[in-house]
Nanobody, 125 residues
Framework: VQLQASGGGLVQAGGSLRLSCAAS????????MGWFRQAPGKAREFVAA????????YYSNSVKGRFTISRDNAKNTVYLQMNSLKPEDTAIYFCAASRTYYTSSYSFPSEYPYWGQGTQVTVSS
C-alpha cells in the first residue's frame, strides 16, 4: 500500500490545518490508521489513530481536544484536523497503516509497516 500525505504548511499559532492521507494500491478500510510526527532532533511520536471503521479514536495527551482524526473509507483516505495549533506542533507529520483492524499498540510506530512520505507543518508564534 502507498500512502500520500498532504495539507501541511505554515500557519500562525491558534490557526488550523487539515492533513489528508490518501492510500493506493490496496484498501485501508479494514486496518487501523495512525498519524505520527517528528520534530528536528526528536524521536517520532504518536499523534492519533483510528480503528478500521472509525468507531474508536485515540490521541496523545498533547493534542487531545485540539486534533481530530477521521476517515472516509469510500475514498480510502484518512484526515487529521488540527485546530488551535501551537509552535510546539511544528514537525513533519506522517500517516501510517497497520495490518490489522484493531491493535492495542496503536501508539507504537513499529505497529505500522506502511508509511507515507510526510508533510511539513510549521506553526509560527
Amino acid at each position: 500500500v502507498q500512502l500520500q500525505a498532504s495539507g501541511g504548511g505554515l500557519v500562525q499559532a491558534g490557526g488550523s490545518l487539515r492533513l489528508s492521507c490518501a492510500a493506493s494500491g490496496r484498501t485501508v478500510s479494514s486496518v487501523t490508521m495512525g498519524w505520527f510526527r517528528q520534530a528536528p532532533g526528536k524521536a517520532r511520536e504518536f499523534v492519533a489513530a483510528t480503528v478500521w471503521n472509525g468507531g474508536n479514536t485515540y490521541y496523545s495527551n498533547s493534542v487531545k481536544g485540539r486534533f481530530t482524526i477521521s476517515r472516509d473509507n469510500a475514498k480510502n483516505t484518512v484526515y487529521l484536523q488540527m485546530n488551535s495549533l501551537k509552535p510546539e506542533d511544528t514537525a513533519i507529520y506522517f500517516c501510517a497503516a497497520s495490518r490489522t483492524y484493531y491493535t492495542s499498540s496503536y501508539s507504537f510506530p513499529s505497529e505500522y509497516p506502511y508509511w507515507g512520505q510526510g508533510t511539513q507543518v510549521t506553526v509560527s508564534s
